[in-house]
């Protein structure tokens, strides 16, 4: 099986813009979760998708947003951005909502100048 | 809410032993997972701790013990290929974070000649 692809792996965006980041579960996977890594404050939560609904929510302001398709494919928005939202962005996805094991994304790096 | 605490950095020589430990404080976790993960690369699955005790891996090891809030990860014969961010989480139970993870900020290790 493939496993879970983000593009695009690379972006730069300057402030006040607004991003889109899209991931690929797995086939077969139903739940994908978002995650922001930086080096101050490491692997952060998001937010999780199952069938299309969000089950969980980090603590994040409104401008971090998401959804996800019929074929489980995920989106993640970020509106106005700010230069503190540069960093990794990475996906997960496993087969439930409540299974165990995640399959990380190779990640989108996102810069804000 | 879950404090998950792991050193920052740690050092040590090709062909030893190491240990990196990882303690918590939280009120429900299904089990505890361990990650690697290179620089600029996506985390990649080492071992899931569900019960107390010791699950072995080739040369990786981990340990859990909840009464004491404590895990650790043991690497032995290391490699220079070892040198990465090691990274411990709680993969959740309870309430809106269930099937969550919730991670440590990791651990550099940097593996000498």
């Known amino acids: 099986k493939a496993g879970v692809t983000q593009t695009p792996r690379y972006l730069i965006k300057t402030r006040g813009q607004q991003v889109t980041l899209s991931c690929s579960p797995i086939?077969?996977?139903?739940?994908v979760s978002w995650y922001q890594q930086t080096p101050g404050q490491g692997l952060q939560f998001l937010f999780e998708y199952f069938s299309e609904t969000q089950r969980n929510k980090g603590n994040f302001p409104g401008r971090f947003s998401g959804r996800q398709f019929s074929n489980s494919r995920s989106e993640m928005n970020v509106s106005t951005l700010e230069l503190g939202d540069s960093a990794l962005y990475l996906c997960?996805?496993?087969?439930?909502?409540?299974?165990?094991?995640?399959?990380f994304g190779p990640g989108t790096r996102l810069t804000v100048l | 809410g879950q404090n998950i605490d792991q050193p920052t950095e740690m050092t040590a020589t090709e062909g030893a032993i190491v240990q990196i430990n990882c303690t918590y404080q939280?009120?429900?976790?299904?089990?505890l997972f361990w990650y690697q993960q290179h620089a600029g690369e996506a985390p990649t699955f080492l071992s899931y701790?569900?019960?107390?005790g010791l699950e072995e891996k080739g040369r990786f090891s981990s340990f859990l013990s909840r009464s004491k809030g404590y895990s650790y990860l043991l690497l032995k014969e290391l490699q220079m290929k070892d040198s990465a961010s090691y990274l411990c989480a709680l993969l959740m139970n309870y309430g809106g974070s269930q099937g969550n993870l919730i991670f440590g900020k990791g651990t550099k290790l940097s593996v000498k000649p």
């Open positions: 701790n569900v019960l107390d």
């Open positions: 086939s077969g996977h139903r739940s």
């Open positions: 939280t009120s429900g976790f299904n089990g």
């Open positions: 997960a996805s496993k087969e439930l909502a409540g299974g165990d094991e995640q399959f």
